[in-house]
């Protein structure tokens, strides 16, 4: 009875270290798996000991009997992965290579202190790589109210699988030497020298907060956005709560046909009363409750062979919605059948191969996957009333009606104020994490990297940023913080007083938690000023804890 990695895998590779056989791959010292879509177990090798199922973050392996109907498929998926062997066994007992976490050497004026911008999985993996060492201090710095960045503001909220990463984030920041200032802006509240002036080093993990932009006439009308956006209006982040969102409309058009497109397309078309049961922001269900949408168009410029999306995301998709091809797309994904050679891609494409026909009746909420279209422009004068799309590679013209056009073409980074930035790569400019030419700054996540990978591949990235950030440490390269530690929680409180700790943090989770009496995970606050009056509730830690806390600093 062999253990599958199904949909929610998020790369993490803690599973790849807990095998005691070697058989997950890619493994995190292997080629692939910094692109990988997910880990594979292999059926063969795999001997039923568990261990992976109790290192998962996000209980995405399971044996193979107790898999549900719409998982089955990852059966196959897994043991694709392997070469034929003709009856030989592989090798077993081969423990996968594990990188040994940095050896931090104690120099005179005190222990290591790093501050970390950003708390999202590469923030709070960085942190757990550093907190292996005793002494060492870390302090996170978030200008949400709340941690844990995509994680709580960018999986889909039919994804809960997925969020469960977050218990493995609770029990970091939970470790000696962290600590949590959430709702500090640095940039605004505090500048990257301030926070030099009091840490040895500084690692941004800010992500890439921002969209590429289309660049089509009538892309700024009323009625067209971008699906990160959407995204962050149904999970509830302060910031887009008030998100004009009009779904009157019977179609809605995504141009771009990654991930976030599907996850995007398959919100739209759930049972509102399904998604009631998620941590959907309330705005959202409701708008969604009224939404008068029929279709969702996921537009792609390449054929079906350059589909974005990942095979585990397209097997996800199927099995929760409806999904359709116009009887020209049909063709088109027969035709890349039959000259593909990649497993992975003839996967995705005998996938496509069997979705239903456009042309058939609606009868409930669809999606339709389409291909070979080229947005020229959108189409409306006061407001978007659909798009006109160049058929690619050739001058004919096609419009499609639409109430709402999103775009969903990429994550793009954005400049860090006091460092250098490649806006063509829209990354920090680094080696291994260290910041070019800025001493004592550091870079991990897609800020380093680029919009590349899932959540667990944030582990590997963040470990090698701390890696290079100890090896200087223990060099001599990094200068020694100019203030007692003693000294920063005042300096953060005097700037902004407002600062939320850790037991502010657990009073607005538990509040969000009981928020949604046992129905739903949690119901969220939406408002930062609903987000601070939570956490004013957390008690004043006991005298003895606060003392101890200062001899500490």
Not at 24 to 42: C, K, N, Q, V
Not at 46 to 67: E, M, N, R
Not at 314 to 335: S, Y
């Amino acid at each position: 009875m062999p253990h599958v990695v199904t949909q929610s895998c998020c790369s993490d590779g803690s599973c790849v270290y807990a095998c005691p056989v070697n058989c997950i791959h890619p493994s995190p010292d292997e080629p692939g798996f910094a692109t990988a879509e997910m880990l594979y177990i292999d059926p063969v090798a795999c001997v039923d000991c568990g261990a992976c199922v109790s290192a998962c973050p996000v209980g995405a392996i399971a044996p193979d009997s107790k898999l549900t109907p719409e998982q089955l498929p990852f059966v196959e998926l897994n043991a694709a992965f392997y070469p034929k062997r003709e009856g030989k066994l592989p090798p077993t007992s081969k423990l996968a290579p594990v990188l040994e976490a940095p050896v931090v050497h104690a120099q005179r004026g005190g222990p290591l202190t790093v501050a970390i911008v950003g708390s999202g999985p590469a923030a709070i993996y960085a942190a757990d790589e550093l907190l292996t060492q005793q002494g060492v201090r870390v302090n996170v710095f978030e200008k949400l109210p709340t941690p844990y960045g995509l994680v709580r503001a960018g999986v889909a909220p039919d994804h809960q699988t997925t969020k469960r990463v977050t218990a493995l984030f609770d029990k970091i920041a939970a470790r000696p030497g962290f600590t949590f200032y959430l709702n500090v802006d640095v940039g605004s509240d505090l500048t990257h020298d301030e926070l030099l002036a009091h840490h040895h080093a500084v690692i941004y993990a800010v992500g890439a907060p921002t969209d590429r932009r289309l660049e089509v006439d009538g892309i700024e009308l009323p009625g067209t956005g971008t699906a990160t956006e959407f995204v962050a209006w149904y999970n509830g982040h302060p910031d887009f709560t008030d998100l004009p969102v009009d779904l009157s409309g019977e179609r809605v058009v995504i141009i771009g046909n990654g991930n976030v497109a599907l996850d995007v397309a398959r919100i739209l078309t759930t049972d509102p009363d399904v998604l009631a049961r998620t941590d959907i922001a309330d705005q959202a269900l409701d708008a969604l409750r009224t939404s008068r949408v029929q279709e969702v168009v996921i537009a792609a410029r390449r054929g079906p062979a350059a589909s974005a999306f990942t095979l585990p995301e397209l097997i996800g998709l199927t099995a929760a919605c409806e999904v359709v091809l116009d009887p020209t797309d049909h063709q088109r994904v027969l035709a890349d059948l039959a000259e593909e050679t990649d497993a992975l891609t003839r996967n995705k494409l005998e996938i496509l191969s069997k979705l239903g026909d456009a042309s058939t009746p609606i009868t409930r909420p669809r999606i339709r996957l389409a291909y070979g279209l080229t947005p020229a422009r959108i189409l409306g004068d006061t407001t978007a009333a659909g798009v006109e799309f160049t058929v690619t590679g050739t001058d004919d013209r096609v419009q499609m009606s639409s109430g709402l056009v999103l775009t969903s073409i990429g994550y793009r980074g954005k400049p860090i104020r006091g460092l250098p930035f490649d806006d063509a790569a829209a990354v920090v400019p680094n080696e291994g994490g260290r910041v070019a030419d800025t001493p004592g700054s550091y870079v991990a996540g897609w800020i380093k990297r680029g919009p590349t990978g899932f959540i667990g591949t944030n582990k590997s990235c963040a470990a090698e940023t701390v890696h290079n950030l100890v090896a200087d440490y223990n060099n001599g390269l990094l200068t020694e913080p100019r203030h007692k530690s003693s000294a920063l929680e005042r300096f953060v409180r005097g700037r902004q007083p407002a600062v939320i700790d850790a037991a502010g943090w657990k009073a607005i989770d538990d509040a969000e938690v009981a928020r949604g009496g046992g129905l739903r995970p949690r119901d969220k606050f939406t408002s930062v000023t609903e987000m601070c009056a939570a956490a004013a509730t957390a008690p004043a830690p006991p005298l003895h804890q606060r003392l101890l806390a200062g001899l500490r600093r």
